[in-house]
């Protein structure tokens, strides 16, 4: 069975911090990975994408991929009540296969 | 640019009533999905369908059936709801299921209720 786990939450943390997701996954074999944000009645929209092991910059947001472990984060720095919203993390596990889906970690940025 | 549209946004049937929830993209994507998404469970993959003229089975199919129509439309159909299928459903699509950078791109969903 091919499975991504996160948190469920909520992670709460104060306007300004830095908020720390994390996401583990079951198959070594897995190739590309993903973070999608989804806010309350909403689809869910990709923020960032990594494939290879290490950090990953944009604005914001950090994707950190360490493969050995098993283990990819998001971290999203001076946090703002508008990232208040479910963060979804999703993993290709290899060849021609759909991504798979954690329950996602619900944040919530306290002003 | 419309990108994946979905209809009907919202749908209320009685237990055993069929109906077809209908997908479209104009991204030119040759792969398209099914999922469902209820409250803490994330989202569940029910059918997809890797290029025109395949279906496969996902992680939740039984109750459901669909139909990749043609390059731009695919549907998903209940024969006989059951209140188990409320939920909400997104389709979405990627370029190619055959590459690793699979994108995914979700259409606003449709809210399905069965009484």
């Known amino acids: 069975q091919k499975e991504v786990e996160q948190n469920s939450g909520p992670l709460s943390v104060p306007e300004g911090a830095i908020a720390s997701l994390n996401c583990t996954y079951s198959d070594r074999v897995s190739q590309s990975f993903f973070w999608y944000r989804q806010y309350s009645g909403k689809s869910p929209e990709l923020i960032m994408s990594?494939?290879?092991?290490g950090d990953k910059e944009d604005g914001r947001f950090t994707a950190q991929l360490n493969k050995a472990s098993q283990y990819v984060s998001l971290l999203i720095r001076d946090s703002q009540p508008s990232d208040s919203a479910t963060y979804l993390c999703?993993?290709?596990?290899?060849?021609?296969?759909?991504?798979?889906f954690g329950k996602g970690t619900r944040l919530s940025v306290i002003a | 640019n419309a990108g994946v549209t979905q209809t009907p946004k919202f749908q209320v049937l009685k237990t055993g009533q069929s109906m077809t929830l209908q997908c479209a993209q104009d991204m030119n994507h040759n792969s398209m999905y099914w999922y469902r998404q209820d409250p803490g469970m994330g989202l569940r993959l029910i059918y997809y369908?890797?290029?025109?003229?395949?279906?496969d089975k996902g992680e939740v199919p039984n109750g459901y059936n669909v139909s990749r129509l043609n390059k731009r439309e695919f549907s998903l159909r209940l024969e006989s709801a059951a209140p188990s299928q409320t939920s909400v459903y997104f389709c979405?699509?990627?370029?190619?299921?055959?590459?690793?950078?699979?994108?995914?791109?979700f259409g606003a969903g449709s809210r399905l209720t069965v009484l």
């Open positions: 979405a699509s990627t370029p190619s299921i055959f590459s690793g950078a699979n994108v995914l791109t």
């Open positions: 990594i494939y290879s092991n």
């Open positions: 369908s890797a290029s025109e003229g395949t279906t």
């Open positions: 999703a993993v290709n596990m290899g060849g021609n296969t759909p991504l798979v």
